[in-house]
């Protein structure tokens, strides 16, 4: 598949939490009982995407549990409640000015920044000027553009993108490997992701420090420990996602889940912890730790 090709059927968007702030911080999770195999998980609820290609989603606490997301194929960003209500935030292409085209912003992460407060990365596969450049980009909530890094050489045709409070960490669909980065995008190493999986979406667990990959073409679901080994899986409900994000609402913690072949985001039971924790402690957790 032509890298142009597959920049119109794709979109993403993802998760940044950072490390975690103590040993209080880890009540409440406990890993529930998961054999290593494929385990099909309840879909509780679901909605139409707000665009034509859903991509990156990335669930945040703190701010009321909104879900950020970008759609491929506009370029748009939203704020999506749990409920599916979205609000239009900015457009990746106008804001980097490009213009509003097709093909633009794919996996998306938040973090909140001393000093700038929160803000969105947001991974580009192919939608720059130049259709082989992958890019990163930061913007405030309010779209403006904060930061820009050239990321091919480290990550070719990258996804996913999500932050655990020291490093970033981006998935590559064309060498199916899962790059860890320090906050300036070099590289610090590279892991291979789970079977083999073409990279798609990606998020962190701040709570029991593990990670979440689904394979884009498949729509599986990966559980990877602290050191980015296979610790389960759970077969998704569709196919081509490269939106998963952890959450947490009224019905217990969720994993949310966004397909571009069914134009759909899912909401699904996670069956892989219990015993939730206070939503105030979870959104502690997610903010940047820098060095003052």
Not at 14 to 31: I, Y
Not at 33 to 55: I, N, Q, Y
Not at 90 to 96: A, D, E, H, K, T
Not at 168 to 179: G, K, N, P, Q, R
Request: with cysteine.
């Amino acid at each position: 598949m032509s890298r142009m090709r597959f920049a119109v059927i794709l979109s993403v968007v993802l998760l940044a939490a950072p490390a975690l702030a103590g040993p209080e911080s880890l009540a409440g999770w406990q890993k529930a009982p998961l054999e290593k195999g494929v385990h099909t998980r309840a879909v509780v609820d679901s909605f139409p995407s707000p665009g034509l290609a859903p991509m990156g989603l990335d669930w945040v606490e703190s701010l009321r549990g909104t879900i950020y997301h970008v759609d491929e194929g506009s370029g748009n960003v939203y704020a999506i409640t749990p409920e599916g209500t979205d609000e239009l935030l900015f457009n990746v292409g106008v804001q980097i000015g490009a213009g509003q085209i097709a093909g633009i912003g794919n996996g998306i992460c938040h973090v909140y920044e001393p000093g700038e407060g929160h803000c969105l990365y947001i991974a580009d596969y192919n939608g720059h000027e130049d259709p082989f450049i992958d890019m990163v980009y930061k913007f405030a909530l309010d779209g403006t553009l904060l930061g820009s890094w050239e990321v091919q050489e480290i990550c070719d045709q990258v996804l996913g993108i999500c932050f655990d409070g020291t490093y970033f960490y981006l998935s590559c669909l064309a060498s199916t490997d899962i790059v860890r980065c320090d906050t300036s995008f070099a590289e610090v190493d590279r892991h291979d992701a789970p079977s083999g999986a073409s990279g798609g979406a990606l998020d962190y667990d701040p709570v029991l420090d593990c990670y979440y990959m689904t394979n884009y073409y498949y729509g599986m679901i990966y559980i990877l420990d602290a050191a980015l080994d296979e610790d389960g899986s759970i077969q998704g409900p569709a196919t081509q996602s490269a939106g998963l994000t952890i959450g947490r609402t009224t019905r217990g913690r969720t994993l949310w889940f966004g397909s571009v072949a069914n134009q759909t985001i899912y909401e699904l039971t996670d069956g892989y912890y219990n015993d939730p924790v206070e939503r105030t402690t979870w959104g502690s957790l997610k903010q940047m730790h820098r060095d003052q």
